[in-house]
Nanobody, 115 residues
Framework: QVQLVESGGGLVQTGGSLRLSCTGS????????VKWYRQAPGKQREFVAH???????SYVDSVKGRFTISGDSAKNTVYLQMTSLKPEDTAVYYC?????????WGQGTQVTVSS
């Protein structure tokens, strides 16, 4: 079965960096479109970034120039490199893959940015 596992979250000061990882099992991530979402307390889950099987990427405006999504097919992992972090980036971050109308989510990883 398909499983996604996120890791790499933590507590960081404003301006700091973190790299999140999304590792897949039962699926080859490089063959799929993988998305990162985040959900802050009391807010709806929002799209953050995506990477397609062709390597195309997109980002929500609020993270453009600060976050970079990439993939490592050998490790079956998609990364979200986050720099210049701000308190408003505080959220639980999830990776997502949609296959044949089924949605697969990881358990999430907490990112907390202190001011």
């Amino acid at each position: 079965q398909v499983q996604l596992v996120e890791s790499g979250g933590g507590l960081v000061q404003t301006g700091g960096s973190l790299r999140l990882s999304c590792t897949g099992s039962g699926i080859l991530l490089y063959m799929e479109t993988v998305k990162w979402y985040r959900q802050a307390p009391g807010k709806q889950r929002e799209f953050v970034a995506h990477i397609s099987s062709a390597g195309g990427t997109s980002y929500v405006d609020s993270v453009k120039g600060r976050f970079t999504i990439s993939g490592d097919s050998a490790k079956n992992t998609v990364y979200l490199q986050m720099t210049s972090l701000k308190p408003e980036d505080t959220a639980v971050y999830y990776c997502h893959v949609g296959i044949n109308k089924a949605n697969y989510w990881g358990q999430g990883t907490q990112v907390t940015v202190s001011s």
